[in-house]
């Protein structure tokens, strides 16, 4: 073969695995802004709190990362999460929770703790998990959490960025709440053309 053709085969076997396979590595998705730290930060013990994001192209989600509040130095707490079509208040998801594309039940690791000026003080940490991916679609979906039973507390901060979220301590979800700090992390798939 002709080194010219060998050359065309490499570029378009090349750009073949370009257009048809998601990018590589993890990244934020979305992401609805920095800790805050000191305002608030909604109970995960007794609740589900859920808070919508966007996503301009189908991802795939495999990992989240947000800011709890810990009220006492405890081991990691377990977060029971899903990532659904519709706000969600029930553990697990119903029929009302819309298209349920995923779901996790992991420790995450706690990181760049620090204390706030609340009453009572707060250890507030970056908790990221990561779990096996699944794929969203374009457009809105939902992050619902809450604690493991039996699992260590802990409060998810708010932030009040651009994302929707509603607390089954308000529900049903007529009543708005500020919503929390979070990032979801992925991989977006690559356009196809």
């Given amino acids: 073969m002709e080194p010219r053709a060998v050359s ?18 993890q990244t934020q998705i979305y ?3 920095p800790v805050n730290g000191n305002l608030l930060a909604w109970d995960l013990r007794v609740n589900i709190v859920s808070n919508s994001f966007t996503v301009a192209t189908q991802s795939s989600v495999n990992g989240v990362s947000l800011w709890v509040w810990l009220l006492q130095v405890q081991p990691s707490p377990v977060l029971s999460g899903y990532i659904t079509s519709a706000p969600c208040a029930t553990n697990p998801p119903t029929a009302a929770c819309g298209t349920v594309y995923g779901s996790f039940s992991n420790a995450g690791a706690l990181s760049s703790c620090f204390l706030n000026t609340s009453t009572p003080p707060a250890n507030v940490c970056e908790y990221t998990v990561n779990f096996p991916a699944f ?14 039973a039996g699992s260590a507390g802990a409060g998810w901060d708010q932030y009040d960025g651009p994302s929707t979220a509603y607390s089954t301590a308000l529900w049903p979800p007529t009543t708005i709440i500020p919503s929390e700090t979070f990032s979801i992390l992925g991989v977006p798939f690559v356009a196809r053309h």
Avoid: E
């Fill in 8 to 25: 065309k085969l490499l570029l378009i076997f090349t750009l073949g695995l370009l257009t048809t396979a998601p990018a590589w590595g």
């Fill in 31 to 33: 992401t609805n802004g």
């Fill in 135 to 148: 794929s969203i679609p374009i457009g809105t979906a939902w992050i619902n959490l809450q604690t493991v």
